[in-house]
């Protein structure tokens, strides 16, 4: 059974640019979370996604954003980039709505914002 | 308001001797606890978790405890091998709530 995938795997943007980042969950997993991975700051919920709708949000301002396609695929959108948005973002997915489980992870896309 | 804390940075370990990383959390909503392990250049991977019902849950060289009254959870490594240097972050949720990790540990296995 293939993981999950992220791509990119590495970016690199300047400031005030946007960026979309892709994910595709295991085969069956119809539920997408995204996490950003700062030093420091360990691993901060951004958003979930089941059936094509966000479920849960974390504390990020309106510049991220995400969706979820009908095959399950996800994608997140960061406007406007800031310095501080270099970070590892996260995708994981999960059988079941809500993250009260085994979340499986993918690889990470490090985005550098110069 | 870090819910989840992991106070210790980093943390080494002679191999073949135990490994005791420590966690622990504020909010007292958080019935389901996890562990992760992360290498560099790979996401986080599941390790062991443990329902707010028990104070223990083993699994092999993997020992997770919980201490609600303290609002604290440990995760025992014996024997400490080379392979388990690596970045481990705990993780707390309750319900259908996000899942909510600590800011990791960085576990450092000498040989």
């Known amino acids: 059974k293939a993981g999950v995938t992220q791509t990119p795997r590495y970016l690199i943007k300047t400031r005030g640019q946007q960026v979309t980042l892709s994910c595709s969950p295991i085969?069956?997993?119809?539920?997408v979370s995204w996490y950003q991975q700062t030093p420091g700051q360990g691993l901060q919920f951004l958003f979930e996604?089941?059936?094509?709708?966000?479920?849960n949000k974390g504390n990020f301002p309106g510049r991220f954003s995400g969706r979820q396609f009908s095959n399950s695929r996800s994608e997140m959108n960061v406007s406007t980039l800031e310095l501080g948005d270099s970070a590892l973002y996260l995708c994981?997915?999960?059988?079941?709505?809500?993250?009260?489980?085994?979340?499986?992870f993918g690889e990470g896309s490090r985005l550098t914002v110069l | 308001d870090q819910q989840v804390k992991q106070n210790s940075p980093s943390l080494s370990v002679q191999e073949g001797r135990i490994s005791i990383l420590n966690c622990d959390y504020t909010n007292s909503m958080f019935d389901y606890f996890l562990w992760y392990k992360k290498y560099p250049a790979e996401g986080p991977t599941f390790l062991i978790s443990i329902s707010s019902i028990k104070d223990k849950n083993e699994d092999g060289r993997f020992t997770v405890f919980l201490n609600k009254s303290a609002k604290h959870l440990s995760l025992h490594i014996v024997p400490s091998q080379p392979g388990d240097s690596a970045v481990y972050f705990c993780a707390a949720n309750f319900g259908n709530e996000k899942l909510t990790f600590g800011t990791g540990t960085r576990l450092t296995i000498i040989p």
């Open positions: 085969s069956g997993h119809r539920s």
């Open positions: 996604y089941f059936s094509e709708t966000q479920r």
């Open positions: 994981a997915s999960s059988p079941r709505q809500g993250n009260t489980g085994e979340l499986f």
